[in-house]
């Protein structure tokens, strides 16, 4: 079970990372709800900044889960032992 669970939230983090490095570069991102009723929220959401924090959120993601990958599969016996000094 534990497993599982570590395969399923590396692929959420995988996922939500992608997600948040394509999402603010693409037209949808200002075309919503809150970027058509308050125009404060329009104007932040059309800054380069923000979308690129943004970005930079989805690319820690995507980093978080390269690592839980990598520690799953040291976990697994799939990869050699580190070595000791």
Not at 25 to 31: H, I, K, N, V
């Given at each position: 079970m534990n497993r599982l669970l570590a395969i399923l939230?590396?692929?959420f983090c995988f996922e939500m990372g992608v997600f948040l490095i394509i999402f603010p570069?693409?037209?949808?991102?200002?075309?919503?709800?809150f970027a058509a009723n308050y125009p404060w929220v329009s104007s932040m959401m059309r800054n380069y900044f923000l979308r690129g924090a943004v970005s930079g959120i989805g690319l820690a993601d995507i980093w978080l889960a390269i690592y839980e990958l990598?520690?799953?599969?040291?976990?697994?016996?799939?990869?050699?032992?580190?070595p000791t000094r």
């Open positions: 939230y590396i692929i570069w693409t037209a949808l991102w200002s075309r919503n709800y990598w520690r799953l599969r040291r976990e697994l016996g799939l990869a050699p032992p580190r």
